[in-house]
């Protein structure tokens, strides 16, 4: 049953003002918003706690929305909602979902992206789209880096990032050392005098790629503990790409390499 909202300022309510950018509960709650996102998550099988929208999305889309066992469903209007979320919005739903457990690494599957340090929810999102499309099966993060169920780093990957499994790591040195024994070869994505031109690069079976911070990149003494660095061949004078585009051109390269 559609609950049509006379207070917009209820505690069942707050917690799509509540859980912006970075911003999580102990419970795993995330925030979708946009028509195509939310979408995509009712077609799969996270738990969904509640929806917000107006009633040109119901039109469109109830079939879905009944789909799914969904406790709370509101009603309501853009001028509404973006008083809700206390800022001006221009799509026309939201979801409140239970984000599933991190993986442990133990589970992670044979080919993984791990970030060192990335700031940027897009680069984030991006990576998470890029390797969901294109097989990868994890996703290896700091805590101190967006993570993929915030709501802009899951807007740009379309959602695509409840695909992935997701692992949250406190140390990087200490989890490049638990992925080598236990049989990855880790690669590090950087320009140095030594790197393997991508072009020339076998891929192991078991495979982790590291992309660095988007200015600083890797730290040499994580570089140290990689396998092997690569590097994507360019032009002369052009030094690098934006994090994401070349985590989605190694990651091509490497599912291409390893079949």
């Known amino acids: 049953m559609i609950i049509k909202i006379d207070n917009i300022n209820t505690d069942e309510l707050q917690i799509y003002k509540e859980l912006r950018e970075n911003a999580f509960r102990s419970d795993r709650s995330f925030i979708a918003d946009s028509p195509k996102v939310v979408n995509l998550l009712l077609e799969s099988d996270l738990e969904i706690k509640s929806i917000l929208a107006t009633q040109e999305y119901y039109d469109e889309f109830m079939p879905l929305v009944q789909s799914k066992n969904i406790p709370k469903v509101y009603l309501t209007t853009k001028e509404e909602m973006s008083r809700i979320v206390g800022h001006k919005i221009h799509h026309n739903c939201m979801a409140h979902g239970i984000r599933p457990d991190d993986i442990t690494l133990e589970g992670a599957g044979e080919r993984i992206i791990?970030?060192?340090?990335?700031?940027?929810?897009?680069?984030?999102?991006?990576?998470?789209?890029?390797?969901?499309?294109?097989?990868?099966?994890?996703?290896?993060?700091?805590?101190?880096s967006p993570h993929p169920f915030n709501r802009r780093a899951l807007r740009v990957s379309m959602g695509y990032a409840h695909r992935l499994g997701i692992h949250v790591y406190k140390d990087i040195f200490e989890t490049i050392a638990a992925l080598k024994f236990a049989g990855y070869r880790v690669y590090a994505a950087e320009v140095t005098e030594d790197s393997t031109p991508l072009s020339s690069l076998h891929v192991s079976g078991k495979w982790v790629l590291l992309m660095g911070h988007e200015g600083q990149g890797i730290a040499q003494d994580?570089?140290?503990?990689?396998?092997?660095?690569?590097?994507?061949?360019?032009?002369?004078?052009?030094?690098?790409?934006?994090?994401?585009?070349?985590?989605?051109?190694?990651?091509?390269?490497?599912?291409?390499?390893k079949q």
């Open 222 to 257: 994580i570089l140290d503990l990689c396998d092997e660095i690569v590097s994507i061949e360019m032009q002369a004078g052009i030094k690098s790409f934006n994090v994401g585009v070349a985590a989605s051109i190694l990651m091509y390269s490497f599912v291409l390499k």
């Open 114 to 144: 791990m970030l060192d340090n990335i700031t940027s929810s897009e680069n984030v999102g991006s990576i998470a789209r890029s390797a969901a499309a294109l097989g990868v099966t994890s996703y290896f993060l700091p805590k101190s």
